[in-house]
């Protein structure tokens, strides 16, 4: 008698969601241990409770918060006109063939560039403040977002806008009840693009050039050597991507309860 | 309200720029109330004329015209597909809703109404599920209530059955056959079985392959209201294997050819 045994053992998941608790805990302690002892001298890797310190110190002056607010402006406003004009774009390319034969020789040339080499362009422009800054961000949102919006719109299924012109819909009435909503999905997938895009585009403009915003003030601690502040502004821009993924979840599974997600 | 298809071709151009005849002269009616059920080989054009009657594909030749529909009145079909073709980000109720709006019917009116039909359809107390939560038969009944619910002169359906399983079908085709009973609908139903059609239709019209002709127009000889037991009956079995010797050879053909 041979039993059947599962074959199929080897390649099955466990939960590892302790094992990955053990593994950050165990590094911030392994790092935190190197610190005190020495080993790693404190202006290069300065140890996590140091940096936790600074952290409290930089909240209770309230010296952060001007940094934040700064770089939170920025990335908001770039982010929203980039984001909306990368939507509206997006769709007027997949829905009507003219705008597709201007618009996309014209977005596949400037695709290629990388954005922040338009910032000195932008400052001549529209000067050194924030609207060259917000203009970077807003620019390096609106490709992401176009490029998916429209294959959104063009991967639409077919027999969706059949069904809809069947029930008597009409060009408005397509684009905005079958068109949006199918595309939908890939525009969510677009705004995921667009927000590690405009991290690292405010974090690059506020480093060429700002008095205030968290990459300033990494730059500036860089520059002093205050390692701890600028591990402070790494932690606190790691927070902002963290925040920003967590919210862009949350209205996805808001906005889109049939994709159970 | 009468349909009339007229000398109806249709030719189309391939993905290699080929002309393709897909409907030659086609000829036929839908009378007020009645069942006509198209059946016919893969690539007889079924479901290219059932386009071409929703207006949602042009002829190349011919007419296709509703008598005795007043311009602005009810819409003239609704159509009924094969792969359901629900809005996924739209409940049950607001799938239903669709044709209504367009309507500019209002909002309590409108899902009054969506609920009525889902009573008729067998769905109620699904109102406020997604498209995927529900079976493909419920995700059918739903699609038929939407067409329904604009109350169009004539329902299109495109093989609506095709892609349940064999269980789920049987029992929607009775389930067909009592919603008739019920709304008296003229219906242009397209199918691949031909049971389907001898249980549901009045006349059944044959199609032949590439193009698409009309081969015959058979008159279905079992009164109504029909049943499960209807497929056991002489006269279902006889007309049933009088279709089946019509389209066997080209059936033959294309499958040969796919």
């Excluded at chain 1, 400037?110 to 917000?134: H, R």
């Excluded at chain 2, 311009?71 to 003239?76: A, D, I, K, Q, V």
């Amino acid at each position: 008698m041979i039993p059947v045994a599962n074959r199929m053992a080897f390649l099955e998941r466990r939960d590892r969601r302790l094992l990955s608790a053990a593994a950050a805990g165990g590094l911030i302690v392994a790092w935190e241990a190197l610190g005190r002892s020495g080993i790693i001298r404190p202006v290069f890797l300065p140890p996590p409770l140091a940096v936790l310190e600074e952290g409290v110190r930089m909240v209770a002056s309230g010296e952060i918060f001007g940094h934040l607010a700064a770089s939170l402006f920025r990335i908001v406003a770039g982010f929203t006109l980039g984001s909306l004009a990368g939507i509206c774009a997006g769709v007027a390319l997949g829905f009507f063939q003219t705008a597709e034969a201007v618009g996309t020789p014209i977005i596949n040339a400037l695709f290629p560039i990388p954005k922040i080499a338009l910032l000195p362009l932008l400052i001549l422009w529209l000067g050194i403040e924030e609207q060259s800054k917000v203009a970077v961000i807003a620019l390096g949102v609106f490709f992401p977002m176009v490029i998916n919006t429209y294959t959104g719109v063009r991967h639409v299924d077919p027999v969706l806008v059949r069904a809809a012109v069947s029930l008597g819909a009409g060009r408005r009435s397509v684009i905005r009840k079958v068109i949006l909503p199918g595309a939908l999905p890939m525009i969510f997938a677009g705004f995921k693009l667009g927000a590690g895009t405009s991290l690292l585009l405010l974090v690059a403009a506020e480093i060429i050039n700002a008095r205030r915003g968290l990459g300033a003030m990494i730059n500036s601690a860089g520059d002093l050597m205050q390692t701890t502040k600028l591990m402070v502004g790494l932690v606190v821009l790691s927070l902002l991507g963290l925040a920003s993924a967590w919210a862009l979840a949350a209205l996805e599974r808001r906005l889109l309860p049939w994709k159970d997600l | 309200m009468r349909l009339v298809v007229e000398d109806v071709s249709k030719t189309y151009r391939d993905r290699n720029g080929r002309p393709v005849e897909a409907l030659a002269g086609i000829s036929l009616a839908v009378e007020p109330q009645e069942v006509v059920a198209i059946v016919g080989p893969s690539g007889c054009g079924k479901s290219t004329l059932l386009n071409i009657v929703a207006g949602l594909m042009p002829v190349s030749a011919g007419r296709v015209f509703f008598e005795g529909a007043a311009e602005g009145g009810r819409p003239l079909s609704a159509m009924v597909f094969q792969e359901f073709a629900l809005f996924p980000w739209r409940t049950v109720l607001d799938n239903v809703c669709f044709g209504l709006e367009e309507q500019g019917m209002a909002a309590q009116r409108r899902r009054q109404a969506a609920r009525e039909f889902l009573d008729l359809v067998g769905l109620p107390g699904f109102e406020e599920k997604f498209p995927h939560q529900l079976s493909g038969g419920m995700r059918q009944r739903v699609g038929i209530a939407r067409a329904l619910a604009v109350d169009p002169h004539l329902l299109l359906m495109d093989e609506p059955l095709s892609a349940l399983d064999a269980q789920a079908r049987a029992l929607m085709q009775v389930e067909l056959l009592r919603i008739w009973e019920r709304t008296r609908k003229s219906i242009l139903y397209v199918t691949h079985s031909i049971p389907e059609a001898v249980l549901l239709a009045d006349r059944v019209a044959v199609f032949s392959r590439r193009p698409g002709r009309l081969r015959a127009l058979l008159p279905v000889p079992i009164p109504r209201p029909r049943d499960e037991a209807t497929q056991a009956s002489r006269p279902f079995l006889d007309l049933t294997d009088e279709i089946w010797q019509l389209i066997k050879a080209e059936a033959a053909e294309a499958l040969a050819e796919a």
